[in-house]
Nanobody, 118 residues
Framework: QVQLVESGGGLVQPGGSLRLSCAAS????????VGWYRQAPGKQRALVAF???????TYADSVKGRFTASRDNAANTVYLQMNSLKPEDTAVYYC????????????WGQGTQVTVSS
């Protein structure tokens, strides 16, 4: 069982930065891949960044070069550094711990709101 808590969202001006955190409970979290997803009003939830248990990352084209996912397994936390934010980045951001390759379930956090506006 894994519980996830996101934090770090807020209101930021275009061009600004935020760092989201996804803190996990559970002793095996370091073995989970983690995805950062976002959902804007009226749109489907979409994957923006993915980090494997080994730290390899992939990004959606819309955030490539601006967002960076990282993890601190000792702290059971995954981060999403978001730079050069744009109004279209406004959404609720969720982290997802994917344990399917381990034969486990996937888990979602509660989400954190990011609003990019002047």
């Amino acid at each position: 069982q894994v519980q996830l808590v996101e934090s770090g969202g807020g209101l930021v001006q275009p061009g600004g930065s935020l760092r989201l955190s996804c803190a996990a409970s559970g002793s095996m979290f370091s073995r989970y891949a983690v995805g950062w997803y976002r959902q804007a009003p009226g749109k489907q939830r979409a994957l923006v960044a993915f980090i494997t248990s080994g730290g390899s990352t992939t990004y959606a084209d819309s955030v490539k070069g601006r967002f960076t996912a990282s993890r601190d397994n000792a702290a059971n936390t995954v981060y999403l550094q978001m730079n050069s934010l744009k109004p279209e980045d406004t959404a609720v951001y969720y982290c997802n711990a994917d344990g399917r390759v381990l034969g486990f379930s996937t888990y979602w956090g509660q989400g954190t709101q990011v609003t990019v506006s002047s």
